[in-house]
T-cell receptor
């Protein structure tokens, strides 16, 4: 069974600081990888996804993530955070083509201080 | 033109009651899901239907019963509600597992 680990439970940054949120998954086969954001009181929105090809994926709102297959990692990055990035961030994985089950990590709460 | 819509948005009910949450998607996706988000924000899949057929049924009490009348609808009925059922329930849909769209959630509070 696949699983996802997000190592940081709560990250606190000042505006303009750089962000990197860790995500590791455990599954030996082909995977699709996702990052979702949940703003306070709102639903999940897709930030970016990786299926194949260039391991550096660019998403919305200036976010990007890098898939490193040898490390089973898919870390999320942003060079300069804003107060409006305060939210909960979820990494998720499904086991490739034909798979339907999206497994989530436990989430990382990001608080950005103005 | 909400892609995945859930009703109601908020639901407060007493222990022991039976309640339903409805979900509809207008994306033409072939698969629909129910996820539960607990108080610690952890998201866990409950059920998944592909073209009206149940394909994922995680360890969920029998009090929870999904119903999919057609490809665009997946409703969740909960019998004999318990305090521990309090959570936010998200409906989602996807086409072949390559892109998931979530509804805005139903916050269920059992008192």
């Amino acid at each position: 069974a696949q699983s996802v680990s997000q190592h940081n439970h709560h990250v606190i940054l000042s505006e303009a600081a750089s962000l990197e949120l860790g995500c590791n998954y455990s599954y030996g086969g082909t995977v699709n990888l996702f990052w979702y954001v949940q703003y306070p009181g709102q639903h999940l929105q897709l930030l970016l996804k990786y299926f194949s090809g260039d391991p550096l994926v660019k998403g919305i709102k200036g976010f990007e993530a890098e898939f490193i297959k040898s490390k089973f990692s898919f870390n999320l990055r942003k060079p300069s955070v804003q107060w409006s990035d305060t939210a909960e961030y979820f990494c998720a994985v499904n086991s490739g083509a034909g798979s339907y089950q999206l497994t989530f990590g436990k989430g990382t709460k990001l608080s950005v201080i103005p | 033109d909400t892609a995945v819509s859930q009703t109601p948005k908020y639901l407060v009910t007493q222990m022991g009651n039976d309640k339903s949450i409805k979900c509809e998607q207008n994306l033409g996706h072939d698969t629909m899901y129910w996820y539960k988000q607990d108080s610690k924000k952890f998201l866990k899949i409950m059920f998944s239907y592909n073209n009206k057929e149940l394909i994922i049924n995680e360890t969920v009490p029998n009090r929870f019963s999904p119903k999919s009348p057609d490809k665009a609808h997946l409703n969740l009925h909960i019998n004999s509600l318990e305090l521990g059922d309090s959570a936010v329930y998200f409906c989602a849909s996807s086409q072949g597992g390559t892109g998931y769209t979530f509804g805005s959630g139903t916050r269920l509070t059992v008192v």
